[in-house]
């Protein structure tokens, strides 16, 4: 009986190891992928290159949506001279982050020295999970 019992108990503990805990890593692995900052490449057609805009991994976390209205100035070699908040998305992460990225724009030649920009970040869910 105690035989049994043993290899009853040795059965379950390795369903355990093959089969759960590899499930509770992953999981682990998943929400520690969510959780970090992502980074996108955008470029607008006023600008001479992309720039990279951070949206801040707290953000990401909380699944906020935000939306902002910046105004850039350039000077007249076309390189970045100011920035604007016209319309705060109410996140003072994401409203920094756009302000920081536009620092990197770079006017196309013959446009207007001065471009409203306005900056939305929607969260859509994947429909494919990270490979691990």
């Known amino acids: 009986m105690n035989t049994e019992k043993l290899l009853l108990v040795l059965w379950f503990a390795i369903l355990l190891v093959l089969l759960i805990a590899p499930a509770v890593k992953r999981y682990r692995k998943v929400k520690q992928f969510n959780s970090r900052d992502e980074f996108l490449e955008v470029q607008a057609s006023w600008m001479a290159a992309p720039i990279m805009m951070k949206y801040p991994g707290e953000l990401k ?10 105004e850039i100035s350039f000077n007249e070699n076309c390189d970045f001279a100011s920035a604007c908040l016209l319309q705060s998305s109410g996140e003072k992460l994401f409203d920094e982050s756009v302000l920081k990225a536009v620092e ?10 001065i471009q409203q920009w306005k900056v939305t970040f929607k969260l859509e869910m994947l429909s494919v999970m990270p490979q691990l």
């Not at 990197?104 to 020295?113: G, S, V």
């Open 61 to 70: 976390r909380k699944r906020v949506e935000a939306s902002v209205i910046v």
């Open 104 to 113: 990197n724009a770079k006017l196309l030649a013959n446009k207007e020295l």
